[in-house]
């Protein structure tokens, strides 16, 4: 009787152990499939920029964390000693490289922190030391490039048009300075237009300078009217 129960017990143990290892052939990969895809999409940390203060007393890193799934955005991870903050940068799936970031030190104890990606605008972080909150996002104006000239006929007056690009925030990243004053002079005086935060050409750009001291300016994109502006060169 005892040799029955053992031989059923043994057999018993057998498809048990079967079960378990058809269950292990058969999940295992897939786990370890899923373990790895997560490591590599989610924590392995590749270093884009190691960045120290003129003093050489303080260091930030940017690491990239894992890597983008699908056409995805791309993580970072901002480090300062044992503090960070974590950041999304929209790159069109691409893998980062030290071009997507830099690190401006303003002092030795503070410093601009900007991330580029293909499909957005740049994103600046200042980070400060002194601060309870070490980084905090900023806004601030990163470019500015002259389209275009435009002088009055009796050319004692001049308009000038800059496309200026600022940081991701809560004003429009893309828009037009347009500066205004006497010709020859240093230009101060300015309007600022902004449309769906597009980008302009020169020839998007009109100035009927009926009047020399009121010009009217009309912008135009893809051939339709958007907008007017109106200066006066005595305010």
């Known amino acids: 009787m005892n040799i029955e129960q053992d031989i059923t017990r043994i057999k018993k143990r057998a498809k048990w152990g ?9 999940f295992g990969p897939i786990i370890l499939f899923f373990g790895y895809f997560y490591y590599q999409t989610e924590l392995k940390e590749r270093t884009l920029i190691v960045s120290h203060s003129p003093n050489d007393v303080n260091t930030i890193e940017i690491v990239e964390k894992g890597e983008p799934a699908f056409f995805g955005p791309s993580s970072v991870r901002i480090k300062y000693g044992n503090q960070h903050i974590d950041r999304i940068i929209s790159n069109d799936g691409k893998m980062l490289n030290s ?4 690190v401006k030190w303003k002092s030795v104890d503070t410093a601009i922190i900007t ?3 293909e499909e957005q605008f740049p994103e600046t972080i200042e980070f400060n030391k002194e601060n309870r909150k070490l ?3 900023v806004q601030v104006e990163l470019d500015s490039n002259t389209l275009t000239i435009s002088e009055s006929p009796d050319h004692t007056k001049m308009i000038e048009f800059r496309e200026t690009t600022r940081s991701q925030g809560q004003k429009p990243e893309r828009f037009l300075r347009i500066y205004y004053g006497e010709n020859g002079s240093i230009l101060k005086k300015y309007k600022e237009y902004n449309y769906q935060n597009r980008s302009y050409t ?3 750009l009109y100035v009927d300078w009926t009047n020399n ?3 009217s300016i009309m912008i135009f994109v893809e051939n339709k009217f958007v907008g007017a502006i109106e200066i006066d060169f005595n305010k």
């Open 202 to 204: 020169a020839d998007q």
């Open 18 to 26: 079967c079960l378990i290892w058809a269950v292990i052939l058969i």
């Open 99 to 102: 071009s997507n970031a830099s």
């Open 213 to 215: 001291i009121r010009p």
């Open 115 to 117: 991330l580029y990606g």
């Open 135 to 137: 980084f905090n996002n």
